[in-house]
């Protein structure tokens, strides 16, 4: 058997349920391993032992304690020798037949066996006097030994008192702090029972309150629901006005531009160096109501150029109007421009050269719709010096 | 004024008076233990007169054979507690009527409604083992009682429980695993001294 098997008997050993084989081997192995098997044993035992306190305890009867005692006594108790008595047994006298055979002696018979029968009896009573001394004699120290087993009670008695005063000091020591211990634990269960009290009081007024907030945080969440259908409405609203004010902020660019524009060119037009010429249709026969005039500064070598009446040639058509400056019949290409719906145009100007002279302007139409050409191509629609 | 209360001596000083025939000591030992051995002895044998005989004899035992005692083998408690169950069971064999311990088992009054822990500050040991044993499934119980009360083996209850051997010695040694951690909240010198 080994160590292991050993600690899985051992708790069936312990409570007396081991048997047969197993048992025997469980046995032999603790007596080969006595040392490394004692402790565990007396330890399991111990857990065992618990068992012997669960029945309720019971006080046997008294008398047990007493025949333990008893026996106890009787078989430490000196043999007692048994009693000798001494008395010899008594001599018998027949005085009948005395009397019929010496009845001259009788008298005197009887006298001496009257005196012999006393002295007799006197021995008698001496014999049964000394036998009765000596039984006194035996009775007293019959006596003296009672006596002496009854003090040596008596000091028995006073250690048991004195042992049972002991146990009472004890005792009352002990249900002394047994009380104190149960006041002490009545104590902390009260104390523990208003915490108990508070705490549900407490608990009661946090279910409370925890309600109250939860119908704030729903109220909250509404409130927050409604301000956010709001925010959402302001947003929109917002961005309507972000992109009116960005559309402002180019319309207001765009009118800067064209002020600009304007603050130029009434610059230009108050400048004593502006240099006005007035254009219309070169070929009388057609009668064209198209006019033009070009305000050019010779200083800046720029201008502007305002024509109205023309046919309409509109950016992105595929054609443009290109303003020429002519000087001895050569032309100076310069500024590509369009009219609107009605005719109506208004362009600063400049040209692509230097000519050597300014004699005259021209517009002609050109088949482009992007930079302007070096030379005419198409018919000329303005001319003026 | 503080009274000074005398400490009562302990078992084994006890048990060395009774070795040098020491009647007081004797007595003292006796009004001691008796109650809980008796009690033990009516729990295995079931009438009060043969747990009565077997008390007086296991006094008598310990008054011929105190100085027999090895302390190194277990408390004083524990080795009484040997002397009295060996001779309980031995009667109760010897008297062929055994007891159902089944039926005293059940008949026994459980745990106090205690719970262990209350039972360890009310400072009874008893309650203590009876809560730890209520806390015991009955298939681990039932065993452990019929060893240790009626002085079964494993065989003998396995055929009385109608269960299969292995089934039994594992119910008795997972239920003496459990009462013994159950008894850990119990100081160990209270419940052994």
């Given at each position: 058997m080994t160590h292991e098997n050993f600690r899985e008997l051992l708790p069936l050993y312990v409570v007396g349920a081991l048997d047969g084989d197993e048992l025997r081997m469980f046995e032999r192995h603790v007596a080969e391993h006595r040392a490394q098997c004692e402790a565990e044993l007396a330890e399991w035992q111990a857990v065992a032992d618990?068992?012997?306190?669960?029945p309720r305890l019971v006080e046997p009867g008294r008398a047990v304690f007493h025949r333990v005692m008893a026996e106890i006594e009787e078989e430490e108790a000196p043999r007692p020798k048994p009693m000798v008595t001494t008395t010899p047994p008594r001599e018998r006298v027949s005085l009948t037949a005395v009397l019929f055979r010496w009845v001259p002696w009788a008298a005197a018979a009887v006298l001496v066996a009257m005196t012999a029968v006393m002295i007799k009896q006197t021995n008698t009573m001496r014999e049964r006097f000394t036998a009765g001394q000596q039984a006194t004699t035996t009775q007293q120290t019959q006596i003296a030994d009672l006596e002496m087993l009854s003090a040596t009670q008596a000091v028995a008695i006073v250690q048991q008192e004195a042992t049972i005063t002991n146990l009472a000091i004890r005792l009352t020591a002990q249900g002394k702090e047994f009380l104190e211990q149960s006041e002490l634990w009545k104590a902390r269960a009260e104390k523990q029972r208003q915490d108990t009290d508070s705490l549900q009081t407490a608990n009661a007024q946090l279910v409370k309150e925890r309600e109250q907030l939860l119908q704030a945080a729903n109220e909250l969440r509404r409130q927050l629901e409604t301000q956010r259908v709001q925010v959402a409405a302001l947003e929109k609203q917002a961005g309507e006005q972000t992109d009116a004010v960005t559309r402002g902020h180019a319309q207001i660019a765009a009118l800067e531009a064209r002020i600009s524009e304007k603050t130029d060119a009434l610059n230009l037009l108050m400048d004593p160096d502006l240099r006005v010429s007035q254009l219309a249709n070169?070929?009388?026969?057609?009668?064209?109501?198209a006019v033009g005039r070009v305000y050019w500064h010779t200083g800046k070598k720029e201008g502007w150029i305002v024509v109205s009446n023309l046919e309409p040639v509109r950016k992105g058509s595929g054609k443009s109007l290109e303003l020429w400056a002519l000087c001895k019949g050569k032309p100076t290409a310069g500024t590509v421009f369009w009219t609107d719906d009605t005719g109506r145009g208004i362009f600063p100007i400049k040209l692509a050269g230097e000519p050597a002279c300014l004699e005259a302007f021209a517009v002609t139409v050109e088949p482009t719709d992007a930079e302007p050409l070096p030379a005419p191509t198409g018919p000329i629609v303005l001319l003026g010096k | 004024m503080a009274i000074p209360v005398p400490q009562p001596p302990d078992d084994l000083t006890l048990l060395r008076a009774v070795a040098g025939r020491d009647k007081v000591g004797f007595q003292i030992l006796y009004e001691r233990h008796s109650p809980l051995l008796f009690a033990l002895a009516l729990k295995i044998l079931g009438d009060r007169t043969d747990a009565e005989d077997v008390l007086q004899e296991t006094f008598l035992q310990v008054w011929k054979?105190?100085?027999?005692?090895?302390e190194r083998r277990g408390k004083p408690l524990g080795w009484l507690i040997m002397l009295i169950r060996s001779r309980a069971i031995d009667r109760l064999r010897s008297r062929q009527?055994?007891?159902?311990i089944t039926e005293v088992a059940s008949n026994e009054p459980r745990a106090?409604?205690?719970?262990p822990g209350q039972a360890v500050m009310a400072g009874e040991i008893g309650a203590v083992v009876r809560a730890a044993l209520a806390e015991l499934p009955a298939e681990q119980r039932t065993p452990l009682e019929l060893a240790?009360?009626?002085?079964?083996t494993q065989t003998q209850i396995a055929k009385q429980l109608g269960q299969p051997l292995g089934t039994v010695k594992t119910r008795m040694r997972t239920g003496l695993l459990r009462l013994r951690d159950g008894l850990a909240a119990m100081p160990r010198e209270e419940l052994t001294s």
């Open positions: 618990q068992l012997a306190h669960a070169p070929d009388p026969k057609k009668q064209s109501p | 054979t105190a100085a027999k005692y090895d009527t055994r007891v159902r106090d409604g205690l719970l240790y009360f009626g002085g079964l």
